[in-house]
């Protein structure tokens, strides 16, 4: 399945989505973003994740176009991701918001525009919206971030297109093992953010073990954990030398222990909101101009 840093899953519409990409969550606008970016491009790496409220699109967009001339590769051999903010929730909102991320972006195309939130009340109009820039071909696939079951199902029920992407909060400390059935189901690709789950989970003694066995860093392990298990991963790092340990996953193979002993590792434990418990949160991002919010989590 995953024999290198390019390869790619095939959405149910056909679209090639690699495996491995680099998240940028809580990286800074500016040559932070734009060397990161350029150092994953150069690297290897094909696939970039951004949002609207990372407030980085710009500097991201710069590094793309730094990394694609210094790697001598085109825009077309790279898979871009952003996401619509709930403030735009709305269809004609939605919209507007898709055509601000192109041109802070600076492309003429995602590859991947999601709903960042299934903020209540507000998800399926603005999934009317994607639908609309997806079936006028100015995106390649379409998704959900943050989506529980039910919300799909609420999707599902109305909609025109199946979601290709769910990206969700996604661990050894939260395996979302009934999300995935879903989703694998229904032909949507799982997708996982804060794979490491910030850091914490680089001490734990079970996976320091089977890292010392592979003789891997913990990290490795986890993120090798995700691609064995079928599921999209972006891991953040700004670090030339993190970006690089990180995508050093495809030599070597997890055994079916291991693997079930980092699922045992599950405690339904997440570092961002509930999905069912976050919107008076998400209402408190999407504050007044003039106003600066708690930044959320991815």
């Given at each position: 399945?995953t024999?290198?840093?390019?390869?790619?899953?095939?959405?149910?519409?056909?679209?090639?989505?690699?495996?491995?990409?680099?998240?940028?969550?809580?990286?800074?606008?500016?040559?932070?973003?734009i060397?990161?970016?350029?150092t994953?491009?150069?690297?290897?790496y094909?696939?970039?994740?951004?949002a609207?409220i990372?407030?980085?699109?710009?500097?991201?967009?710069?590094?793309?176009?730094?990394?694609?001339?210094?790697?001598?590769?085109?825009?077309?051999?790279?898979f871009i991701?952003?996401?619509?903010?709930?403030?735009?929730?709305?269809?004609?909102?939605?919209?507007?918001?898709?055509?601000?991320?192109?041109?802070?972006?600076?492309?003429?195309?995602?590859?991947?525009?999601?709903?960042?939130?299934?903020?209540?009340?507000?998800?399926k109009?603005?999934w009317?919206?994607?639908?609309?820039?997806?079936?006028e071909?100015?995106?390649?696939?379409?998704?959900?971030?943050?989506?529980?079951?039910?919300?799909?199902?609420d999707?599902?029920?109305?909609?025109?297109?199946?979601?290709?992407v769910?990206?969700?909060e996604?661990?050894?400390?939260l395996?979302?093992k009934e999300?995935?059935?879903?989703?694998?189901?229904?032909?949507i690709?799982?997708?996982?953010w804060?794979?490491?789950?910030?850091?914490?989970?680089?001490?734990?003694p079970?996976?320091?073990?089977?890292?010392?066995?592979?003789?891997?860093?913990?990290?490795?392990?986890?993120?090798?954990?995700?691609?064995?298990?079928?599921?999209?991963?972006?891991?953040?790092?700004?670090?030339?030398?993190?970006?690089?340990?990180?995508?050093?996953?495809?030599?070597?193979?997890?055994?079916?222990?291991?693997?079930k002993?980092?699922?045992?590792?599950?405690?339904?434990e997440r570092?961002?909101?509930?999905?069912?418990?976050?919107?008076?949160?998400?209402?408190?991002?999407?504050?007044?101009?003039?106003?600066?919010?708690?930044?959320p989590?991815?």
């Amino acid at each position: 399945m995953t024999t290198n840093l390019q390869a790619t899953t095939t959405l149910h519409n056909g679209v090639e989505m690699p495996w491995f990409g680099l998240g940028v969550f809580k990286v800074e606008e500016g040559p932070s973003v734009i060397d990161a970016v350029k150092t994953a491009i150069k690297n290897g790496y094909r696939s970039i994740d951004t949002a609207a409220i990372y407030k980085n699109e710009e500097g991201v967009g710069q590094g793309i176009r730094e990394g694609i001339k210094d790697a001598g590769i085109s825009r077309e051999d790279l898979f871009i991701t952003s996401k619509v903010w709930n403030s735009d929730f709305g269809y004609e909102t939605t919209l507007a918001a898709y055509e601000e991320s192109l041109k802070k972006l600076g492309l003429e195309y995602l590859d991947l525009y999601l709903i960042h939130w299934p903020v209540k009340g507000k998800y399926k109009e603005t999934w009317r919206a994607l639908e609309t820039i997806y079936k006028e071909n100015r995106v390649k696939a379409i998704g959900v971030s943050n989506f529980h079951i039910h919300h799909l199902k609420d999707v599902l029920a109305d909609s025109e297109i199946v979601p290709m992407v769910n990206q969700v909060e996604y661990h050894p400390s939260l395996t979302q093992k009934e999300l995935q059935a879903f989703c694998k189901e229904n032909k949507i690709q799982l997708e996982a953010w804060s794979p490491l789950m910030q850091g914490k989970l680089l001490e734990e003694p079970s996976l320091k073990e089977i890292a010392q066995t592979y003789n891997k860093s913990v990290a490795q392990i986890i993120l090798r954990w995700d691609l064995q298990n079928e599921v999209v991963t972006i891991p953040k790092s700004i670090n030339e030398s993190r970006i690089v340990e990180n995508a050093s996953i495809f030599d070597f193979e997890l055994s079916n222990e291991d693997m079930k002993r980092i699922d045992d590792l599950n405690k339904n434990e997440r570092t961002g909101p509930d999905q069912d418990r976050a919107h008076q949160l998400l209402v408190r991002w999407t504050a007044p101009a003039g106003h600066i919010p708690a930044r959320p989590r991815c």
